[in-house]
């Protein structure tokens, strides 16, 4: 249940105080009095294979999987983790109403070809592949462009990995033109020892520091020869194979097979050859384990681009079948996705069954994080009907985003903004996973809770008038659309009595009572988290 208070805060703005008796975030979980509406009770039933092994796992250790995870917050959780955007309330409306057992299935399947999937997981793979015009990534505009709409097009199409790694490592040319060979420029320097660190931590998913110095030598090897050149155009580059004879080279793999690379082979080609075999022990574990961070806050093995021998995964086995899945779908991103959102393990509730404090490490239910920065912030603009302004610290053509922009669409991680760097949006320096922060601070509460920047968006909002009009004076529907709006449910009964005794405050008109519910829900925990 929702509480509201009305208070003056001593900047003379009004300020919401949000009490939540119906739901806390304690150590990171969501626990509530009740689990209405968050769950459904019931046997656990696997789905796939994924929970087969997951709940003999949890068996084994003697603790309870969460219960199902109620429909209205499966839409919501999907939505977000899928495209990133929030469902629209009768989208959600419709999903509540469909009696097929089947809905869920049929939901996943349409939300893999919505074009905001492919915008939300180019913004993934841009933070990954540190996509940034500025220093010290120094791709500049042109550059950034060009890679972002390769990756989007990759994305898109559903492009198999071991195609999308091959292009990324073997690629020359016109970093303008041959989009790529950003790879090689989106790193913090140009020696051969950079580039085999950057390959390592991106599609190996492991830190080459941690390696013996003999090992990350070999590993340089194959990097040797990468040579970069200008052009007469601003800021292009070359990057291209080194044409200066050689001898043979020999060399060796970090599973520690050799190779004899003549003159006339270029080294990437080798070693791309040898990373997407099926057999590589680096490759398809490193990529299901991020796709499984990425859909559940944290890998299998975790941190997940810290993958080496005494960081062992908490489930083998589902890492393991998730890995063949790759292979067998022939490097189908896509696939794996679906067989994980489709697993009971991905759909079940946030509130745990058991007091083991390791309930979110081993998926015994789905770990609650915050909202990323940007899906955050679009989340505001698209409940509120506003729009959001960026800044960049230099005055090129690509650095002006018109306001309809969203986002999650955002090419450069130069331009930003500063509820953007306020919410943990990664700089984009180094590629690993820890740039993005998720936790949560004053700083932020206080702007919810008492920034005009809210304020204003609110107040302002011609969606939230929509709303209203909608209602005619019908003061339950008008609640129940609000909370369809921003928390993508209908209130609980408690929730409606609370909110109609608070919207008969002496002095506060229907509108002023739609703002202050408005703003309260966004300032709810539910609101601002995945659960």
């Not at 990756?151 to 303008?176: C, K, V, W």
Request: hydrophobic content about 40%; glycine content about 4%.
């Amino acid at each position: 249940m929702v509480k509201i208070c009305r208070l003056n805060a001593h900047s003379g703005l009004r300020m919401l105080v949000i009490l939540l008796s119906f739901t806390v975030l304690a150590a990171g979980r969501l626990q509530a009095a009740t689990a209405y509406p968050f769950d459904i009770s019931g046997r656990p039933k696997p789905q796939n294979q994924i929970d087969n092994l997951v709940m003999a796992s949890l068996k084994q250790q003697n603790i309870a999987p969460a219960n199902l995870c109620a429909d209205a917050v499966f839409i919501r959780r999907v939505y977000l983790d899928v495209t990133g955007t929030l469902p629209a309330p009768e989208e959600v409306r419709k999903f509540l109403e469909n009696p097929r057992p089947e809905k869920r299935k049929m939901l996943i399947k349409s939300l893999l070809k919505k074009p905001e999937y492919a915008d939300y997981w180019t913004l993934k793979w841009c933070d990954l592949l540190r996509v940034k015009a500025e220093f010290p990534i120094n791709l500049w505009p042109n550059a950034v462009q060009a890679y972002h709409r390769w990756i989007h097009d990759a994305m898109s199409s559903n492009m198999p990995y071991d195609q999308f790694a091959r292009e990324l490592l073997t690629a020359s040319g016109s970093n303008f033109r041959v989009p790529q060979v950003n790879f090689y420029r989106a790193i913090q320097g140009k020696e051969p020892s950079t580039i085999a660190h950057a390959v390592g931590l991106t599609l190996m998913g492991t830190r080459l520091e941690n390696w013996p110095d003999d090992k990350q030598k070999q590993m340089e090897v194959f990097f040797s020869r990468v040579a970069y050149k200008g052009t007469a155009e601003w800021k292009e580059e070359i990057i291209y194979l080194d044409p200066t004879p050689t001898d043979t080279i020999k060399a060796t793999f970090p599973d520690g097979k050799t190779v004899r690379i003549s003159p006339d082979q270029d080294p990437r080609v080798v070693f791309a050859d040898w990373l997407i075999t099926a057999d590589n022990p680096y490759f398809a574990r490193n990529i299901v384990n991020r796709l499984w961070s990425w859909l559940l806050g944290r890998g299998l093995i975790h941190e997940p681009d810290d993958i080496r021998p005494d960081n062992k995964s908490v489930h083998p086995q589902v890492l393991a079948f998730l890995e063949k899945e790759l292979v067998k779908s022939n490097y189908d991103l896509q696939h794996v996705m679906t067989l994980i959102l489709n697993s009971r393990t991905y759909q079940q509730s946030s509130v745990p069954q058991t007091d083991n404090p390791k309930a979110e490490e081993l998926f015994a239910c789905y770990p609650v994080r915050q909202l990323d920065a940007e899906v955050l912030i679009d989340a505001l603009c698209w409940i509120s009907g506003t729009r959001e302004r960026y800044s960049s610290p230099i005055p090129e053509p690509f650095t002006f985003i018109p306001e309809e922009h969203r986002t999650i669409n955002l090419a450069d991680g130069s331009i930003t903004s500063q509820f953007l760097e306020m919410f943990g949006r990664p700089s984009r320096d180094t590629g690993l996973e820890s740039e993005r922060s998720q936790k949560p601070t004053d700083t932020q509460r206080r702007h919810m809770l008492n920034s005009t920047h809210i304020q204003t968006k609110i107040e302002r909002s011609w969606r939230l008038k929509q709303v209203m009009r909608s209602a005619r004076g019908n003061r339950e529907k008008l609640i129940k659309d609000l909370y369809l709006l921003v928390l993508s449910r209908y209130p609980t009964k408690e929730e409606l009595a609370a909110v109609e005794e608070y919207a008969k405050t002496p002095g506060i008109n229907s509108t002023q009572a739609a703002v202050d519910v408005t703003w309260a829900l966004m300032n709810s925990k539910e609101f601002l988290y995945r659960h």
